[in-house]
């Protein structure tokens, strides 16, 4: 049963995709999203403040050398990971990189929480070893990739409403928080929602109740746990419409829930795609 | 279909709940400190209405006399960053130095500073709104040699 639930196959076809995203988000991460951890280079080591992580490990603290050597390095590896080829060796190295170079953007006073999900997905992704792109065979290494990362992605939102209830309370249920959050960072989408008596009050008890109910995802089979992954990025894009706020790590690695080893055949079921893969020319039939 | 062998199945999941329970643990005792593990405070704060709002921000003086605000492309440094070494930077105005070293190597070209300072901005709030009150004040300064 246990057996079961942890291992229940996934086609190779999806860990192949599932690599080109994540590992083609590397180099998409380090310059465009988080750009400012490479701009930790030109910081004197003295405000460096290494994480526990750090400590324990025993690290070099982030000169100028190594956090260039360390993102040309990793940079490096993604690219080359996301072409498919040594899927252990290269997916190791990335996973390993990504998590120092996380390290050094963390370690200057400031923590972000929004990769989680996608660490855990690097470190999974190399105990598939080869998937190619298509390849339908049902694999038990790629099941239970795809369900530690979902586990993740679940912590992510239920341990997100436990730390709500450890730092703000049970008033944060009632507070301020969306309220000054908006105020700080509305947009045209969310500025009249302060203007609305409980509604910011009622989004704020609608997130906990989701969040705590996130774990529903984790028994959810075939089309009801897509239709769960795509009110999740339903969530994430009302978010960032309204406070520009964006969990991009996250996301890649909640888009490995998706069926994506069926993408094609759902396009050729819809004649947007030719049964060969080419694009259907404007004006074909389209019955 | 390809298969496990039970080994490589409890591997799997011994790997699975060990990291389960690293998160579980952080969650409730652990602090940023133990990043990547939790707690995963996004927005995890109570806020109330009527209580001020703390913005913290970086200014220096140029050689040349001119008060300029540090933005986070100028030092390399997010706000947030300073804002989380607060306490340290008190202690130790000495840091600001290697804030403003930071600032020579990302604009060679512009006049040095002499001096750096942590100000912080108090916006009093009334119902989440600014009533257009506000207070500055320098909390750490530094003459820069």
Not at chain 1, 163 to 189: E, P, Q, S
Not at chain 2, 9 to 14: D, L, M, S
């Amino acid at each position: 049963m246990i057996d079961r639930w942890f291992f229940s196959p996934v086609a190779l076809g999806r860990i192949a995709i599932v690599r080109t995203i994540a590992y083609l988000f590397v180099p998409i991460d380090v310059f465009l999203i988080t750009p400012w951890a490479l701009a930790h280079r030109n910081v004197p080591v003295e405000l460096y403040q290494p994480l526990r992580i750090a400590r324990l490990l025993a690290l070099p603290s982030p000169t100028h050398t190594i956090v260039v050597g360390l993102c040309v390095a990793l940079v490096g590896c993604a690219l080359a990971a996301a072409t498919g080829r040594a899927p252990r060796v290269l997916g190791t190295l990335v996973a390993v990189l990504y998590l120092a170079w996380m390290i050094v953007a963390m370690s200057y006073g400031k923590v972000d929480h929004d990769r989680v999900g996608y660490l855990v997905l690097l470190a999974v992704l190399p105990t598939v070893g080869p998937a190619r792109w298509g390849d339908r065979t049902p694999s038990e290494r790629a099941g239970w990739a795809i369900k530690a990362t979902a586990i993740a992605v679940v912590c992510t939102y239920f341990l997100a409403a436990w730390a709500k209830f450890r730092f703000g309370g049970i008033d944060w249920l009632t507070g301020a928080t969306y309220t000054k959050a908006v105020l700080r960072r509305g947009t045209i989408f969310s500025d009249w929602t302060v203007h609305v008596p409980y509604l910011l009050v009622l989004a704020q008890i609608g997130t906990i109740v989701f969040e705590l109910a996130s774990p529903v995802l984790l028994f959810l089979r075939g089309r009801w746990q897509t239709w769960a992954v795509l009110f999740l990025f339903g969530f994430h894009a009302m978010v960032y419409a309204g406070l520009t706020i964006a969990f991009w790590p996250h996301l890649v690695a909640l888009a490995a829930l998706l069926p994506l080893e069926r993408t094609g055949a759902w396009l050729r079921e819809r004649r947007w795609l030719s049964r060969r893969g080419d694009p259907v020319p404007p004006g074909a039939a389209r019955t | 279909m390809a298969t496990l062998t039970p080994t490589g199945k409890r591997i799997r999941i011994g790997a699975t709940l060990l990291g389960l329970l690293l998160l579980i643990v952080t969650t409730l005792f652990g602090t940023d400190d133990d990043f990547p593990a939790a707690p995963f405070r996004m927005y995890s704060t109570t806020d109330e209405l009527d209580a001020p709002v703390r913005s913290l921000r970086l200014e220096g003086v140029t050689v040349e006399g001119e008060r300029i605000v540090l933005k986070d492309s100028d030092t390399g440094l997010r706000r947030a960053e300073i804002e989380g070494q607060q306490a340290r930077i008190k202690a130790d105005p000495a840091l600001l130095d290697a804030v403003a070293e930071a600032y020579h190597e990302r604009n060679p070209s512009k006049p040095r500073l002499r001096e750096v300072d942590v100000v912080v901005r108090l916006i009093e709030l009334r119902d989440g709104r600014p009533t257009g009150e506000q207070q500055d004040t320098t909390t750490v300064r530094r003459e820069i040699s």
